[in-house]
């Protein structure tokens, strides 16, 4: 323990730090000083950074446990006895650096390949134990229109995928004696790697590719694989109200893997091909329909698209160019999860104004031309509907 700094000075805290700042001050330590990050280093810089490394891990053993703080607070490095650098890197008693780095940065935390393989640290090795092997997800679309969309509607999906040779059942061999422990990972599906003498991280086994056996005598029909590629047809349930993009994972229907794993998941997308005449916003609808000045004037009927049929409404006399009506519940439901109730169907009133009039037709405006009723006088609704038009312009 000779010569080595003060476990405070180290993390660089004063003697008074709570636990919460010591925690702190080892976590910046560990994103500057943590091997992964000097890969591409000098062999000089990569040396510093494992010693600042194992200094920064072995004060934080002491100070982030109450009683070893206790004794190094009243004795110093003699009060610790075997409990910190006794034998070394390794002697750190009960200290687990991957509890320490899952606890610091949570299990998500995936920045450096090598917090998921630390050895050396009292209890942070691996067991041998063989992973679960996943196969790949697949990815496929369907496109549906919006009548689909607004029912909901069961799909058909083709797809090529791996699945489990019915030869062997997966195994890659007929005898299950032929099965072997892979010999380079022990069965474990990686292997091991150290790194600057005193860590280690583990990458997949360059033998078995993770599986973690080898197979003598391959089945014939898969060549050892234990898969065989077949087409399968996936019926798919979409819900009502789906948008674009949006995206259905059907579990197990993915790619499998040999016997002892699981199967990947089937990953539909979901595109929305363009209707012809109704524009869609989120689970409203929105039509533009083109009527004759005289409707406009006098009043009228119109046929308007809906998702069910056809829907005839009034044209009111007086209706301005821009004018919108609002049809409730009879837009789009919302989907499960996004929302709720059913969107409406908004229709824009587009008045036409006919470019050439016949004599009698041009006589018969000129004489409304001077009527007071043909004056611009605008009511609230006018004012309010022309002031949108101007901001859109």
């Known amino acids: 323990m000779a010569g080595k700094r003060d476990f405070y000075e180290v993390l660089g805290v004063d003697r008074n730090a709570s636990p919460d700042q010591i925690k702190s001050a080892f976590r910046k330590l560990v994103l500057k000083w943590h091997p992964d990050k000097w890969v591409n280093a000098s062999e000089e810089e990569k040396k510093t950074a494992a010693d600042n490394f194992k200094e920064a891990s072995e004060a934080y053993s002491v100070l982030s446990d109450p009683d070893k703080k206790a004794r190094y607070d009243r ?7 075997g409990d910190a650098g006794g034998s070394g890197f390794g002697g750190f008693g009960d200290f687990n650096i991957n509890d320490v780095l899952r606890d610091l940065f949570g299990g998500a935390f995936g920045g ?12 942070g090795q691996r067991s041998g134990q063989r992973r679960v ?3 790949r997800d697949i990815l496929t679309r369907v496109y549906l229109t919006l009548e689909e969309i607004a029912t909901g509607v069961e799909k058909e999906v083709t797809i090529e995928r791996n699945e489990r040779c019915p030869d062997c059942g997966g195994k890659g061999t007929k005898n299950e004696s032929d099965v072997q422990t892979c010999p380079v990972c022990n069965g474990s599906g990686q292997e091991q790697r150290v790194m600057n003498g005193f860590m280690y991280t583990y990458t997949t086994c360059s033998r078995c590719h993770g599986e973690g056996t080898v197979v003598k005598n391959p089945c014939r029909s898969c060549s050892g694989t234990g898969l065989v590629r077949k087409r399968a047809t996936i019926k798919v349930k979409i819900p009502a109200g789906v948008e674009s993009g949006m995206q259905l994972t059907i579990k197990g229907e993915g790619h499998a893997t ?42 009228g009927k119109v046929s ?25 519940g009879r837009g789009l439901p919302a989907v499960k999860g996004y929302g709720s109730g059913v ?13 050439k009039l016949k004599s009698s037709e041009k006589s018969a405006i000129e004489a409304m031309r001077d009527s007071s009723s043909f004056k611009p006088d605008l009511s609230r609704d006018d004012k309010n509907l022309f002031d949108k038009m101007k901001e859109n312009f």
Not at 75 to 81: H, K, M, R, S
Not at 112 to 123: A, L, N, V, W, Y
């Open 133 to 135: 092997v996943k196969g």
């Open 112 to 123: 450096f390949s090598g917090f998921e393989g630390f050895g050396g640290f009292g209890g």
């Open 304 to 328: 308007v698209p809906c998702l069910d049929g056809n829907y005839t409404i009034d044209v009111e006399p007086g209706t301005q160019s821009g004018s919108v009506v609002r049809l409730r």
């Open 258 to 299: 040999k016997a002892g794993g699981i199967n990947g998941d089937l990953l539909v997308v979901i595109e929305e091909r363009e209707h012809p005449v109704l524009r869609r916003e989120g689970k409203n609808l929105f039509y533009s329909v083109v009527i004759p000045v005289t409707d406009a004037l006098l009043g």
């Open 75 to 81: 004795f110093g490095e003699a009060g610790l006895g």
């Open 343 to 355: 969107g409406d169907l908004y229709v824009k009133f587009l008045v036409w104004i006919p470019k």
